[in-house]
């Protein structure tokens, strides 16, 4: 038997598997300020669920993680104070966000997230914490998908350079 052979739970957590914990909530609870700030300034109804949707997975990550940590005798990062619901009439015309603009910014956390996601499985010894990151890839990797078909359907997705024509293949 090995060294950390037994139940994943009683082994002890390495260094890599700290920070990827502690970071990855600490990301969630800043997710989770801004995205109910973009919801007092989106109009969009369909924005507004997948904003929802996101405020309660990075709620769920930051319990679970913050739960993991202070299991494993670690300070979790500070949460920040829940933002007051504002009617988007109120905000500023210039000092507002619009509907693309926030759709963007989902759409790019939600890619830097599968990104850590894969790094924290792929450094995990622990098989519970490499189990609990491939939830949360899935997890975003559905929301991803739900934030493109949205971004289509509005017009608000902005593509990279498109090749529109190929070049002719050549018979040698």
């Not at 970071?23 to 801004?34: C, D, E, P, Q």
């Amino acid at each position: 038997m090995g060294i950390l052979s037994g139940n994943p739970k009683n082994e002890p957590m390495h260094y890599g598997e700290i920070y990827s914990v502690w970071m990855f909530s600490a990301l969630a609870k800043g997710s989770v300020s801004f995205y109910q700030a973009f919801l007092n300034h989106a109009g969009d109804k369909e924005l507004k669920k997948i904003l929802d949707d996101l405020i309660d997975q990075a709620k769920l990550e930051i319990k679970e993680c913050d739960t993991l940590l202070t299991d494993n005798g670690i300070a979790p990062a500070p949460v920040m104070p829940e933002r007051p619901p504002v009617k988007l009439e109120d905000i500023p015309a210039g000092a507002r966000f619009t509907d693309p603009e926030i759709a963007a910014k989902i759409s790019s956390d939600t890619s830097i997230g599968l990104a850590s996601c894969s790094q924290a499985m792929g450094q995990s010894v622990r098989e519970d914490i490499g189990a609990l990151f491939a939830k949360y890839h899935l997890t975003k990797t559905a929301l991803g998908v739900r934030i493109l078909q949205m971004n289509k359907e509005k017009g608000w997705l902005i593509p990279p350079p498109l090749q529109v024509k190929r070049p002719e293949p050549v018979n040698a």
